[in-house]
């Protein structure tokens, strides 16, 4: 096993599939290695038709990820090496490769979501906190910038809400993130994993091929108008799909569906 291998955990269990960022010496920091693995599983479980969700946590309780590993940026500077700069370069941006996951996607935020952490947790579709998960975008006292949530945050929350969060760079509790609907639900850190198992599992106990359907349809028409949106051939057809006779026939029959995601 390689050492970016150790660094990300991934697990498939009934249907699920279970990353876990694996570096918490380092508060689950973003090196080079670990983004690049984070592609390939991410990549791997959306191509994986037995996986209908995904579940993104890090190892330890101190930081779901603190953002880039900023010891190895300054190496990098120091040696004269190309700086990691978003949307170019030969490797595609990790957090659009999530947010284009066709397939549900749960960050379980085990700690603080910081910066490029922060934006990882954006990038999935429902965020689940501890209550000690602040969340934030440093990168202005950084002299970073924030590229994906930049772009990202004020469609989200209200404008004025977002550039508040870019400019002061200040983070905030995942009490506050709730009321802008940042974060679906904050628990007890004891807590977090029973709860975002039984979230997760509430998800796959439905028809895989229409979770599908709602992901891409979602992401893709996000800023369409409704006419040109409407009309979007995206995703698996679930109307076609034997997975809809099943479900029909289940509720009329009082039981539960039996999926088989075709």
Same mark, same amino acid.
């Given at each position: 096993?390689?050492?970016?291998?150790?660094?990300?955990?991934?697990?498939?269990?009934? *249907?699920?599939?279970?990353?876990?960022?694996?570096?918490?010496?380092? *508060?689950?920091?973003?090196?080079?290695?670990?983004?690049?693995?984070?592609?390939?599983?991410?990549?791997?479980?959306?191509?994986?038709?037995?996986?209908?969700?995904?579940?993104?946590?890090?190892?330890?309780?101190?930081?779901?990820?603190?953002?880039?590993?900023?010891?190895?940026?300054?190496?990098?500077?120091?040696?004269?090496?190309?700086?990691?700069?978003?949307?170019?370069?030969?490797?595609?941006?990790?957090?659009?490769?999530?947010?284009?996951?066709?397939?549900?996607?749960?960050?379980?935020?085990?700690?603080?979501?910081?910066?490029?952490?922060?934006?990882?947790?954006?990038?999935?579709?429902?965020?689940?906190?501890?209550? /000690?998960?602040?969340?934030?975008?440093?990168?202005?006292?950084?002299?970073?910038?924030?590229?994906?949530?930049? #772009?990202?945050?004020?469609?989200?929350?209200?404008?004025?809400?977002?550039?508040?969060?870019?400019?002061?760079?200040? @983070?905030?509790?995942?009490?506050?993130? #709730?009321?802008?609907?940042?974060?679906?639900?904050? /628990?007890?850190?004891? *807590? @977090? *994993?029973?709860?975002?198992?039984?979230?997760?599992?509430?998800?796959?106990?439905?028809?895989?091929?229409?979770?599908?359907?709602?992901?891409?349809?979602?992401?893709?028409?996000?800023?369409?108008?409704?006419?040109?949106?409407?009309?979007?051939?995206?995703?698996?057809?679930?109307?076609?799909?034997?997975?809809?006779?099943?479900? #029909?026939?289940?509720?009329?029959?009082?039981?539960?569906?039996?999926?088989?995601?075709?």
């Amino acid at each position: 096993m390689s050492a970016a291998d150790s660094e990300v955990l991934y697990e498939v269990r009934d *249907r699920v599939a279970y990353i876990t960022l694996n570096r918490p010496e380092r *508060r689950n920091a973003l090196s080079q290695a670990l983004t690049n693995r984070l592609g390939e599983v991410f990549t791997d479980a959306a191509e994986d038709d037995e996986i209908w969700a995904l579940v993104v946590t890090g190892a330890g309780d101190r930081a779901f990820c603190a953002g880039a590993d900023l010891k190895e940026l300054n190496q990098i500077a120091q040696e004269g090496g190309r700086f990691p700069t978003p949307m170019t370069g030969t490797e595609r941006n990790l957090f659009e490769l999530v947010l284009e996951v066709g397939k549900p996607t749960i960050a379980s935020l085990n700690g603080p979501a910081v910066a490029g952490g922060f934006e990882l947790a954006l990038a999935c579709d429902i965020r689940i906190a501890a209550e /000690h998960a602040m969340v934030g975008m440093p990168e202005a006292k950084r002299g970073m910038g924030a590229n994906f949530a930049s #772009v990202l945050l004020p469609r989200l929350v209200p404008r004025s809400v977002a550039l508040g969060m870019l400019y002061l760079g200040e @983070l905030m509790s995942p009490q506050e993130a #709730v009321r802008w609907g940042l974060i679906t639900a904050v /628990h007890p850190s004891e *807590r @977090l *994993r029973d709860e975002t198992e039984a979230y997760v599992r509430r998800i796959v106990a439905n028809a895989p091929l229409t979770l599908r359907r709602y992901k891409e349809m979602a992401t893709k028409g996000w800023e369409l108008s409704v006419p040109a949106a409407l009309r979007l051939n995206v995703g698996p057809n679930p109307y076609l799909s034997s997975d809809r006779v099943e479900g #029909v026939r289940a509720f009329v029959e009082k039981r539960p569906p039996r999926w088989t995601g075709k």
